[in-house]
């Protein structure tokens, strides 16, 4: 299923993807009061209500669905998990030729980490689809982009094992991770990558079941239309499995928890000379079959 979140009567709601419309899941509800109404209440669930709402999806009729639907383009979209629980797991230095950039402008290690490495983004870092990235000039002036696959956990689970990881999976989205070069603190990346609007997210998510090889999928970037990044999910150097095996050994996953799984090459700071964020710039991130997260940058 292609699934979103969105504003209905003020209310965070989830809804079911068909096409040009999406089915309302509060208004589904009450016809079918089994029916979850947000992202977060599905996924808790599991995949017994998972299986109930494709069941309803599936057997509206013409004039149920006109009842329980609206346009896409006429709701308010949220990010799919717009209040996370916790922070969003981030991993940096992913992708070999970002490990290179990163070395040769960052001051970072150019070897190739043994091990994941893992910082977070407070869930006030989480913004919509069409939303504006805040530049704080008091703060930064060295704002960077990175588009990402997020994966979102439907099980949770400790010292899960790298062959069952992926049954741990809900579904993916996008993720831009968004940093301010210019404010790490002592090596530690949380003021960088912690700030609000930080984290992009959406524009919609897909369920796990709907992407046969998340280790296949195109990732691109562009600023103004230009393109920044774009690569493969293939070239990480450490794998899905990988993550969510390495993250349960030192915390337990829950249902909803986000984990950005690192960016490619090509991102300001790595570039010569370096680019940087501007008021009023057009950011495009997208990810093969999860579509294109679009956002702008605000000065304030």
């Known amino acids: 299923m292609k699934l979103n979140s969105f504003l209905f009567h003020e209310r965070e709601t989830l809804g079911v ?22 992202m977060l209440e599905l996924i808790d669930r599991g995949q017994a209500a998972k299986d109930q709402l494709q069941l309803r ?25 717009p209040k996370p629980r916790k922070n ?50 008091k703060i930064t ?10 994966v979102i956990i439907g099980t949770g689970g400790k010292n899960i094992s790298k062959e069952t990881a992926h049954n741990h999976i ?16 002592a090596g530690q990346w949380i003021v960088s990558k912690g ?17 046969s090889d ?17 690569s493969n999910t293939k070239f990480m150097l450490f794998r899905i499995a990988d993550l969510i095996s390495d993250l349960s050994t030192v915390f337990t996953l829950e249902p909803g ?18 680019e940087w964020l501007k008021d009023g710039d057009l950011i495009e991130a997208s990810v093969e079959r999860l579509g294109t997260l679009v956002n702008h940058v605000k000065e304030i």
């Open 17 to 38: 993807v068909l096409g040009d419309f999406v089915v309302n899941t509060r208004l589904l509800n009450a016809h079918y009061p089994e029916i979850p109404v947000t």
């Open 57 to 81: 999806i599936n057997r509206l009729k013409e004039g149920e669905f006109v009842q329980v639907s609206q346009k896409l383009s006429e709701i308010q979209l949220l990010a799919p998990i």
């Open 88 to 137: 969003i797991f981030g991993i940096g230095l992913n992708y070999t030729e970002h490990v290179a950039e990163s070395a040769r402008t960052l001051d970072t290690s150019n070897e190739l980490p043994q091990q994941p490495v893992i910082f977070s983004k407070p869930p006030t870092t989480v913004t919509a689809h069409q939303t504006a990235v805040l530049l704080n000039r």
């Open 141 to 150: 002036n060295q704002l960077d982009w990175e588009v990402e696959l997020a």
């Open 170 to 185: 809900f579904g993916y989205t996008i993720i831009n991770d968004i940093s301010a070069r210019d404010c790490r603190r």
């Open 195 to 211: 700030q609000d609007t930080f984290a992009p997210m959406g524009p919609a998510l897909l369920t796990a079941d709907e992407i």
């Open 214 to 230: 998340p280790q296949d999928l195109d990732l691109r970037l562009t600023v103004n239309g230009i393109e920044k990044q774009n």
């Open 257 to 274: 928890d986000i984990i950005a799984t690192g960016t490619p090459a090509g991102v300001g700071a790595g570039r010569n000379p370096q």
